[in-house]
């Protein structure tokens, strides 16, 4: 049978969800985060999507991103997950998967909707209990690491792929 699509907007922006393998807790060792965490922005600095806020948590991801013009969502998880999973692979011999199949989104609505999920991503090491300050919390946004993307939206200003869009239509 096989899965249903994920819609894609062009354009939109959405929180992101998706659990490592029966929800092992493979990111506890920094090694395998930081792997993670540079997939995530090496196809963001290749163009593929925007990521405005994430949270890489021991057994999942939460994530804010904007899906380039020719990139889906789908595709967009695809390469953080499948060039993650194979970067794990080669650097260590692991025996089974790292990610559990799909994922959920959310298509974020409007700037309030917005924030409430930027606030969830970032309290989320600290209900966890991992930290007592979000901003403790090594693989995140708010530890600077990683420069991320400001939501189009809220700026006001174009999001990159959008000149792109124009001259194609």
Not at 16 to 33: C, G, I, N, S, Y
Request: glycine residues 8%; charged residues 30%.
């Amino acid at each position: 049978m096989a899965r249903p699509k994920h819609r894609t907007k062009p354009g939109a922006t959405y929180f992101v969800t998706t659990d490592t393998w029966q929800r092992r807790e493979l990111f506890r060792k920094r090694p395998m985060a930081e792997i993670v965490e540079a997939k995530i922005f090496q196809y963001r600095n290749e163009g593929k999507y925007l990521v405005h806020r994430y949270v890489l948590m021991p057994e999942h991801l939460h994530m804010i991103l904007t899906p380039g013009i020719s990139t889906t969502l789908e595709k967009a998880m695809g390469l953080i997950k499948g060039g993650s999973a194979f970067e794990i692979g080669k650097a260590i011999a692991m025996k089974f998967p790292v990610w559990h199949a799909g994922f959920t989104e959310h298509q974020i609505r409007d700037r309030q909707d917005y924030e409430t999920h930027v606030r969830y991503i970032d309290l989320n090491p600290v209900k966890a209990g991992l930290v007592k300050e979000a901003g403790d919390y090594p693989h995140c946004s708010l530890n600077r690491k990683y420069e991320h993307d400001a939501w189009p939206v809220a700026s006001g200003a174009k999001a990159p792929f959008e000149e792109e869009s124009t001259r194609r239509g």
